[in-house]
C-alpha cells in the first residue's frame, strides 16, 4: 500500500487526523509556538495529562487524548535546541520523527500531522530540518508502516512550506 505524504501550509489544530504532534519542550508544561496554539484549542484537561506525564527528554515522545482538538490523540516530542549542528541535533531531530511514528503505530494511527519541529524557538535551520523529518519519515515507514496511510507536514509561512515540498521532490523514490 502506497502511504501518502503531502505539505499542508496552515494550522495544525484545525486538522482532522488521528493524531498531530507537538512540538514540546522537556517539561511537557506548555510554551509559545504551536505547542501553545495546541494547549489552547485542546484545552486545560491536556495540561492535566502532561503534568501527570512528568516530562520528556530530547529525542523522545509521549502520547496523549486530544481533547477539544479534531485530532484524536496528540504525541508530544521535544526537538534539539540548534547549537549550530555539532551536538547530535540531526540525530535528535530525526529521533523526534521515528519515535512519534513508533507512538503512533502502537495507537493505531492512520493519519498524523507534524509541525516543523524545532524551526521556531529552538532556531533550527529549516532546510536541513525539513530534510531530516522528511528522510526520516520516508525511511521509518519503509521499514514498518504499521497502519500509517496518511503524513502531512504541517508548515507554517511561505519559506517553510517551500522547504518540505522541495524535501519531498528530492527524497521521492
Ligand atoms: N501550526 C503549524 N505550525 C505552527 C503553528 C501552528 N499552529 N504555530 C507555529 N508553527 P515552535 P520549536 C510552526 O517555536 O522550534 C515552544 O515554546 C513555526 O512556524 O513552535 O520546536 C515549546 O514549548 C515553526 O516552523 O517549536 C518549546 O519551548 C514550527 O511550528 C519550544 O517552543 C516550530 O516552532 C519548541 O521550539
Not at 503531502?6 to 494550522?11: I, M, Q, R, S
Not at 509556538?33 to 494547549?39: P, S, T
Not at 513508533?102 to 536541513?128: C, D, M, N, Q
Amino acid at each position: 500500500m502506497k502511504i501518502r505524504l503531502e505539505v499542508f501550509e496552515g494550522d495544525i489544530t484545525k486538522l482532522e487526523v488521528d493524531a498531530i504532534v507537538n512540538a514540546a519542550n522537556e517539561s511537557l508544561l506548555g510554551g509559545g509556538g504551536v505547542d501553545g496554539a495546541i494547549h489552547r484549542a485542546a484545552g486545560s484537561e491536556l495540561l492535566a495529562e502532561c503534568r501527570a506525564i512528568g516530562g520528556c527528554p530530547t529525542g523522545e515522545a509521549r502520547i496523549t487524548k486530544g481533547y477539544d482538538l479534531p485530532a484524536r490523540h496528540v504525541i508530544h516530542t521535544v526537538g534539539p535546541v540548534w547549537h549550530g549542528g555539532g551536538r547530535s541535533e540531526d540525530t535528535l531531530l530525526g529521533s523526534c520523527y521515528r519515535n512519534s511514528l513508533a507512538l503512533a503505530r502502537e495507537a493505531g494511527v492512520k493519519s498524523i500531522a507534524f509541525p516543523a519541529i524545532s524551526t521556531g524557538v529552538y532556531r533550527f535551520p529549516l532546510e536541513r530540518a525539513a530534510r531530516v523529518a522528511v528522510v526520516t519519515v520516508r525511511d521509518e515507514l519503509e521499514r514498518d508502516p504499521g497502519g500509517v496511510e496518511h503524513v502531512i507536514f504541517s508548515t507554517f509561512g511561505h519559506e517553510a512550506t517551500d522547504a518540505f515540498r522541495r524535501a519531498l521532490e528530492e527524497s521521492a523514490p
